[in-house]
């Protein structure tokens, strides 16, 4: 199934405009940069990148539920592909993220309030240094892909 998702996504960037930054693929190439398992921590780095519980339509919205449907449903959903000029957007929204204001936009009442998967984030003890650090993780993985002109796959499994 992976082998589909990833010949799907290859055929949507065949599509998409080329990219002029350096040392970037050619169109349609899917190059592996890194590899990020958010695990279950998911919906929590969500709400610290953008503040909400579902995409909301900024650039930091689409981080990590963003991106066009790929291939089949791989049980939370198909697969999502953010092409190079979205990375590099969602990479310039995160580049003001630090640790600081990570750890400032922790809310667990408001998060708990909001339904966030897989709960618990009402005791900061639970979560709140693993959000902290997958959230800068997903920033830096942005920011890497960004750089080298590079789109990314994202899925939930």
Not at 25 to 49: E, F, P, Q, S
Not at 98 to 114: I, K, P, S
Not at 132 to 155: E, M, P, T
Request: proline share 4%; glycine share 12%.
């Amino acid at each position: 199934m992976r082998s589909q998702v990833r010949a799907q996504a290859e055929g949507l960037l065949r599509t998409a405009a080329p990219t002029s930054a350096p040392g970037a693929a050619a169109a349609g190439a899917l190059v592996a940069i890194a590899r990020l398992d958010l695990g279950k921590a998911w919906h929590g780095v969500h709400w610290l990148v953008c503040g909400a519980p579902e995409p909301d339509g900024s650039a930091a919205g689409g981080a990590v539920l963003g991106g066009v449907e790929v291939g089949q449903d791989l049980g939370y959903g198909a697969a999502r592909l953010l092409d190079p000029a979205a990375v590099a957007r969602i990479a310039t929204a995160l580049s003001v993220l630090d640790e600081a204001t990570l750890q400032a936009r922790y809310d667990g009442a408001a998060m708990a309030g909001a339904g966030l998967y897989p709960g618990g984030f009402d005791d900061p003890s639970n979560w709140r240094e693993e959000l902290v650090s997958h959230a800068l993780a997903v920033r830096d993985l942005y920011a890497k892909a960004a750089s080298n002109g590079q789109a990314v796959l994202a899925y939930l499994t």
